[in-house]
Antibody, heavy 124, light 108 residues
Framework: QLQLQESGPGLVKPSETLSLTCTVS??????????WGWIRQPPGKGLEWIGS???????YYNPSLKSRVTISVDTSKNQFSLKLSSVTAADTAVYYC????????????????WGQGTLVTVSS | EIVMTQSPATLSVSPGERATLSCRAS??????LAWYQQKPGQAPRLLIY???TRATGIPARFSGSGSGTEFTLTISSLQSEDFAVYYC??????????FGQGTKLEIK
């Protein structure tokens, strides 16, 4: 079945750029039925959608993060990636990647399945 | 941005009993609502979409209802593995797709 796996540094210094990659296995990232998303969860807190990307490169970003976020896709590697610039301690969180179900009338609906998540700590 | 508000923050229920969790949207989201379950140290798992459709493999004791701004997740007879945190998420208006703050379901 479809699996997603996040990878990247677990520690990032303040003001630097957080970079993560999500590798998709058991299915193609080039499916026309899905977007691919990033969601984060600060320790002990709730879920925040960061952004989503289609295999063509079309993106949606959370307006609250838009100025700092870039999501890209590499269909040849079946991967998509997240870059978050100028990080602060407030960006410390578990970062999840997930498949974002596309709708006939909307770009994204629910998220399923999710990767296991990776904790990124922002600290000097 | 649509704000999703879940209540209560914590719900204490005995095994075998029924649990009712609520989710309210700041404006109508029609039936464009999903529910997730998250256990400690794990990723969220999709339970319900379209406000009332169970995802693949989800037991029948989980049911969702509601439309517009008021939604309910009901677990008919709690099993030990059901104690977790539950989130609702709207996908009617975007961006952003937004989640509630979660309800922790704990053993009474």
């Amino acid at each position: 079945q479809l699996q997603l796996q996040e990878s990247g540094p677990g520690l990032v210094k303040p003001s630097e750029t957080l970079s993560l990659t999500c590798t998709v296995s058991g299915g193609s990232i080039s499916s026309s039925s899905y977007y691919w998303g990033w969601i984060r969860q600060p320790p002990g807190k709730g879920l925040e959608w960061i952004g989503s990307i289609y295999y063509s490169g079309s993106t949606y970003y959370n307006p609250s993060l838009k100025s700092r976020v870039t999501i890209s896709v590499d269909t040849s590697k079946n991967q998509f990636s997240l870059k978050l610039s100028s990080v602060t301690a407030a960006d410390t969180a578990v970062y999840y990647c997930a498949r974002h179900q596309k709708g006939y009338d909307r770009p994204g609906r629910w998220f399923d399945p999710w990767g296991q998540g990776t904790l990124v700590t922002v600290s000097s | 941005e649509i704000v999703m508000t879940q209540s209560p923050a914590t719900l204490s229920v005995s095994p075998g009993e029924r649990a009712t969790l609520s989710c309210r949207a700041s404006q109508s989201v029609s039936s464009n609502l999903a529910w997730y379950q998250q256990k400690p140290g794990q990723a969220p798992r999709l339970l319900i979409y379209g406000a009332s459709t169970r995802a693949t493999g989800i037991p029948a004791r989980f049911s969702g209802s509601g439309s517009g701004t008021e939604f309910t997740l009901t677990i008919s007879s709690l099993q030990s593995e059901d104690f977790a945190v539950y989130y609702c998420q709207q996908y009617n208006n975007w961006p952003p797709w937004t989640f509630g703050q979660g309800t922790k379901l704990e053993i009474k």
